[in-house]
């Protein structure tokens, strides 16, 4: 595998189910992030993790819980999600530190429908 | 905060014709970089051409090249020769250089741009 690999790359599941999607990254990168992309809106940042520390918690509910146990892998646990949570969830990676572009590098993304 | 702006929704263009995207972007700050990606319809989003704000030469990219005009705060990325395979969304970002712990990348809504025959 190479690049940033997510799984799944579809998901349906209920209200009251609980899901984690995973996310890795084969580049050696420090920090990984997740996004959601939803029709006619901005990417949303949602959580940032420099070091497997999470730097960044952009006002996200507490339905969503990430988790980062190295820095190669990034998990978001879902449970008692709503029907608008339904969207395209993006994992990124990059290399911090040492100046430079720090360009993210994106995965393929989990499509997510809650019913 | 920073704001994106991509005021076309939707872009369409001949094949092997020229098109430019356009992209503006508010900011207070001096040293910031831009960056221009493209999600194709299998959703794997990849960069496209990046910008320095401290560097006057516009970047290029082979057939991809963008017009950076830092005091008007626009970013127009312009495809030349177009191809099928450049038919895609296309979103322009922003990612302030001041020191931090990660670097938070701030994104307009993006365009869509269709490719004909």
């Known amino acids: 595998e190479t690049g940033v690999t997510q799984t799944p790359r579809h998901l349906v599941m209920g209200m009251t189910n609980k899901k984690s999607l995973k996310c890795e990254q084969h580049?050696?990168?420090?920090?990984m992030y997740w996004y959601k992309q939803s029709a006619k809106k901005p990417l949303e940042l949602m959580f940032v993790?420099?070091?497997?520390?999470?730097?960044e918690n952009n006002s996200v509910p507490s339905r969503f819980s990430p988790e980062c146990p190295n820095s190669s892998h990034l998990f978001l646990h879902l449970h008692t999600l709503q029907p608008e949570d339904s969207a395209l969830y993006l994992c990124?990676?990059?290399?911090?530190?040492?100046?430079?572009?720090?360009?993210?590098?994106f995965g393929p993304g989990t499509r997510l429908t809650v019913l | 905060a920073q704001t994106v702006t991509q005021s076309q929704p939707e872009m369409s263009v001949q094949e092997a014709e020229t098109v430019t995207l356009s992209c503006t972007y508010d900011?207070?700050?001096?040293?910031?970089?831009l960056f221009w990606y493209k999600q194709p319809p299998s959703r794997q989003m990849i960069l496209v051409i990046r910008?320095?704000?401290?560097?006057?030469q516009n970047a290029t990219e082979n057939r991809f090249s963008v017009n950076f005009q830092k005091a008007a705060k626009s970013f127009s990325l312009k495809i030349s020769d177009s191809q099928l395979g450049d038919a895609a969304m296309y979103f322009c970002?922003?990612?302030?250089?001041?020191?931090?712990?990660?670097?938070?990348?701030?994104f307009g809504t993006g365009t869509r741009l269709q490719v004909t025959l």
């Open positions: 990124a990676s990059s290399q911090e530190g040492g100046g430079g572009y720090n360009e993210q590098f």
């Open positions: 580049l050696g990168h420090n920090a």
């Open positions: 993790y420099n070091f497997k520390e999470q730097t």
């Open positions: 900011t207070s700050e001096s040293d910031y970089y």
């Open positions: 910008q320095e704000a401290y560097k006057q």
């Open positions: 970002a922003y990612r302030s250089r001041s020191t931090g712990t990660a670097s938070k990348l701030t």
